[in-house]
């Protein structure tokens, strides 16, 4: 049966591309090699450790459930993401591998789960407290401890009152333990190495107490430094994976991003000296220049505050963002490349890490981080692997 309704879904999802067909105006591309390099360079790092892709968010704006078929391959432990509709997205794509819900879920989507080999995050004392009163499915979950973050997690003073609270109700499962690295990414350590030293003593109370814990995860991307002083047998790798290193001190040199956005020119004209362009009338021309406008603004994931001082790229040369940013139009210089015109491609966001319009590089201009521009494009865009 669940074959039969596989076959009819992937025909209706053919007849119906067949039936509409079109060219999108913008384009994300997707590198299966680069993505699969960037988890490779990881796992070499500290081979004792197993990794779990974090694919919240949209897999931090690549899409969630075209990277989770590229993952789904690599035998991974499981794959991580936020919330309970992301968990059902991916087993309704035929994702096979095992999910970690990391974020909060409510008590009714748990009690009434029925999604396969998915496990929850228990991320306070109350809903440890909730969870222990009313479960009677045999569900996995991980602990969240708080080891100094002050987000989630279960302070250090409330871990014997949690273990009471797993013991008291059978049906709770307890397969891992986790936490989270508020400053690894910095270039000072003594947070850092602070909660290292909570979360060692702690977890090794709760081997002690709970001897089948099959997970122990601390290390977000930039914690993987820190991986061999820590007391864990998995990490979480997040943006690392998509080739972007967190770290102030870049210290993952080997990733290459893998994301790249294209569109292409919808109009070209001439523009006279002290003529202006765009809403609010911000930029004037200050020499005769050409100019051209893409099909793409603020809500394809140009950042507004790049209006007058972000680039694209036509070929090998950049073009300024003249005026603001459109809801879904940008205006660029195209003087340096006289034959630029209608429907020539134009590069939005390179995978380039050095070029002036890489994701990097836009957000030093907007004074932002990468996941903040990576989470903003949004799903609509059509995605695809290359």
């Known amino acids: 049966m669940v074959s039969y309704y596989s076959m009819l879904k992937s025909l209706f999802q053919k007849w119906r591309h067949w039936r509409f067909p079109y060219i999108p105006l913008v384009e994300i591309t997707i590198n299966m090699s680069r993505l699969l390099g960037n988890l490779q360079t990881f796992q070499k790092i500290d081979p004792r450790v197993a990794i779990a892709p974090v694919l919240k968010s949209n897999a931090y704006g690549h899409g ?17 993401v936020d919330s309970y509709y992301e968990a059902v997205i991916l087993r309704n794509e035929k994702i096979r591998t095992p999910i970690l819900i990391i974020g909060y879920t409510l008590i009714e989507n748990i009690l009434k789960n029925k999604l396969k080999n998915v496990a ?35 302070p250090p003073e409330q871990c014997q009152k949690a273990m009471s609270l797993i013991r008291a109700n059978g049906s709770l499962h307890l397969s891992g333990i986790c936490s989270h690295l508020a400053d690894s990414d910095s ?20 081997k002690k107490e709970f001897p089948n814990i099959k997970y122990f995860h601390l290390s977000n991307t930039a914690g993987f430094s820190y991986s061999k002083n820590i007391h864990a047998n998995m990490a979480r790798l997040g943006i690392g994976l998509y080739g972007i290193d967190p770290s102030a001190d870049q210290r993952f040199s080997d990733l290459q991003p893998v994301l790249e956005m294209k569109t292409l020119i919808s109009g ?7 003529e202006k362009v765009g809403y609010g009338a911000t930029f004037e021309a200050t020499k005769n220049m050409r100019i051209a406008t893409i099909p793409a603004g603020y809500y394809e994931g140009i950042d507004r505050q790049l209006s007058n001082c972000g680039f694209v790229k036509i070929e090998n040369t950049f073009c300024p963002i003249v005026g603001r940013v459109s809801m879904n139009i940008a205006t660029i210089d195209v003087t340096n490349v006289p034959h630029a015109t209608i429907n020539t491609s134009v590069t939005v966001i390179s995978k380039i890490p050095s070029d002036k319009n890489s994701i990097q590089n836009n957000a030093k201009l907007v004074e932002k981080i ?4 990576m989470v903003h494009i949004p799903q609509t865009l059509r995605r695809r692997v290359v």
């Open 64 to 80: 969630l459930a075209l990277v989770a078929k590229i993952l789904d391959t690599q035998n991974l432990p499981f794959l991580i």
């Open 120 to 154: 929850f995050t228990i991320v306070s004392i109350e809903q440890l407290e909730e969870i222990s009163k009313n479960l009677k499915t045999p569900t996995d979950f991980h602990l969240k401890i708080d080891t100094n973050m002050h987000r989630h997690g279960i």
């Open 187 to 206: 270039t000072t350590k003594e947070f850092t190495e602070n909660q290292i030293k909570i979360w060692n003593s702690l977890t090794e109370d709760w």
């Open 268 to 274: 070209a004209k001439d523009l006279k000296r002290g």
């Open 370 to 373: 990468p996941y903040d521009l």
